[in-house]
């Protein structure tokens, strides 16, 4: 099965739901970009005073299928520990929204749509896109939808950055806001890391400088070596050490260059199976705009400045002890920003030894503390 | 300048003198590798007593070049912090001598040199090699320049690793060993950058299975990307910041692909100047050797068995605080273990941000404390 086959939206293997916007998006580069359709998914039934609707905002890797499964890999919802029955955003309770991001390639308009004005795929030619961006189109969706405040938006890794963009740019249509594992910026760090990601990508010889979409190929190796190199970031070594450790495959050594170790086998397949449900030109675009991501830097340096208009919205803040590529201080920066705006913000720094990936595994604690911040805002909210 | 044009040992360029073994290297492979050659540079002059030699071992991506310019790339001597008059390791004093590693691209025999069965090069033919190998090849060199017992015995990161297998193998051969920012094994994350480095290469089309040279290519780009992953690992992140941040390139976002942010051109340069100097399938090699580096496990999985025999070496071993390749709790580890054994261990961990580059660097504690180690051993030794 290969990616063209059964990603795009207009695939009836594939339920999303389209939305086609009326008008162009503005971008922060100052182009514009006609034509946008944000493809996303709905749980549960919004209410008669439209006040229970949360937007779920995905990380740089998924997608919409946040609560139900992937219709090209066949995963499981990725995020089956927070959504549904009895959990913390429960389709019997919200209407849980989520949308693939503007860039992204589930649906949405991205480098590998049509370009109109030349019938092919953009390639390079798309515009490069910002996390507000995503969110200004997100906007767009939610207020098509006929909601006008949105009771939440909740989002982890760079989800968590466009919540800290919403509340930036549209703090009026929000009720509260969840911030987990993310980071006000992207630091040297973070930016190299995706740096050698988008350098593999580019290096295969069938990336075709980007163009590989109208050439018949597609840049497997290189996507999956980028995949390969960002899925240890997203673990602890603790994580690393106590799923692997030093185990070998089979009873010894190869001494040659097969997966020796269940480390590298594990990452191999993380990588090959990664490029059959993501497209290469939207991992430079989406690391690209999360490497773009500074958001004091619209606000002379000071991120407090960028939560002024945010002193009503409700915040909960989350980290993991043991996530190093956005570790707690990061996190600390925004609540000390909130606190500094005025803002309502609950931190909750979770200890974890699962490093960055923790917000997507079953972490009993976030669960919880999620869960009582949730209750906690719907009894304010008058929600059920 | 290409590589093949200088590096190889018969070229008038490189200086390096060659040991030539005369009898067959056995490997822990089960192989036997006939021919060996080991490229070396020797610093200062063996005292009549013969009792002044020090033996540096070299790190992944280094050479015999410790106290002398790089031939190909006219990089400065890498250990010029540690190594000169006056310094920790001085050839006024000490008989210093660095080879490098079986296997390596620098003169040594290894996947580029030529294969004497079929007249071309090994590639991947070339046996897996690994850590206790090219000591045991190191041996051979030692005793062939009629040193009985080396003086110190000094490395970091591999280099350290090496100093440990010699403690293991060869402890009647040592007077003191010196081990910096090393581990004694590796660990799954450190595995699984490597094997991240290792698919980028192998990634490579004009890596041709690892017979590039025969075809007269090489797989620049892969090498690259490999060198740009493992070089975040040598820095830590306050380093990354500090050095970098988010600066620009230029005045402001290029809204594309190039280089926008000084860390990305920062990193492309490292990969870009890398290849100049290092071949792919050397690459292949040693990272294998050190993926396989375990030290206890010969030993029953008893680190201090390793040490049994090397009770009257002194030992020194250093860390770096913000090292997270090879964080302090490892170098803690084999001081446990050394002191299990019996042995003389001093223990120093350097309270740096500089990561695990720091050994390379000009840090003056290390310095200092690496001299006073010098200082007394040399003492006792009867050394002036």
Redesign the interface.
């Known amino acids: 099965m290969t990616f063209a086959d059964t990603a795009r939206l207009d695939d009836p293997k594939d339920e999303a739901t389209a939305f086609a916007a009326d008008r162009p998006l503005t971008l922060d ?1 100052g182009a514009t970009l006609d034509g946008l359709r944000l493809a996303y998914k709905t749980y549960g039934t919004l209410n008669a005073a439209r006040s229970n609707a949360i937007l779920i905002c995905h990380a740089l890797s998924l997608d919409q299928y946040v609560a139900s499964s992937h219709p090209v890999s066949g995963r499981p919802a990725w995020w089956r520990t927070m959504v549904g029955p009895g959990l913390p955003m429960d389709p019997a309770r919200h209407f849980i929204i989520c949308s693939n991001v503007v860039g992204g390639c589930m649906g949405s308009t991205g480098p590998s749509s049509i370009n109109p004005a030349t019938g092919r795929p953009w390639g ?1 030619a798309f ?2 896109i910002t996390i507000a961006d995503m969110v200004r189109a997100q906007a767009m969706l939610v207020q098509s939808l006929g909601i006008d405040k949105l009771f939440a938006v909740v989002g982890g890794s760079m989800g968590g950055m466009q919540v800290l963009q919403w509340a930036s740019d549209y703090p009026e249509m929000l009720f509260s806001a969840v911030c987990i594992a993310a980071a006000p ?5 973070n ?3 995706h ?2 990601g ?3 990508i ?4 069938d990336w075709r400088g980007g163009d590989y979409a109208n050439e018949g190929v597609r840049p497997e ?2 996507l ?2 980028a995949r ?2 960002a899925h ?1 970031t997203y ?1 602890s ?1 603790p994580a ?2 106590r ?4 185990e070998l495959q089979s009873d010894g ?1 190869s ?3 097969d ?3 269940q ?2 086998s594990y ?2 397949h993380q ?1 090959a199976s990664f490029v059959d449900r993501f497209d290469a030109n939207s991992y ?1 675009y989406i690391t ?1 705009a999360m ?2 991501f ?1 958001l004091a830097a619209n606000h002379g340096g000071v991120l407090a400045d960028a939560f002024r208009a945010a002193r009503d919205v409700r915040f909960c803040v989350f980290s993991f002890t043991s996530d ?1 590529l956005y570790p707690t201080v990061e996190s600390r920066s925004v609540v000390r920003a909130l606190n500094a705006a005025g803002s309502r913000a609950s931190f909750v720094e979770i200890d974890s030894d699962k490093g960055h990936d923790a917000f997507l595994l079953d972490e009993p604690v976030l669960r919880s503390a999620l869960g009582g911040f949730m209750s906690s805002a719907a009894q304010i909210r008058g929600l059920p």
Chains 1, 2 share one sequence.
């Open positions: 580069s390079l515009p490069v910026r992207h630091s040297a760090q930016i190299a890391f740096e050698v988008r350098q593999a580019m290096a295969d010889p190796k290189g999956a070596v390969m190199a240890i673990l070594e690393l050490h799923k692997f450790g030093r050594l001494w040659g260059f997966a020796d170790f480390v590298e990452l191999r990588g430079l690209r490497d773009y500074d190093w």
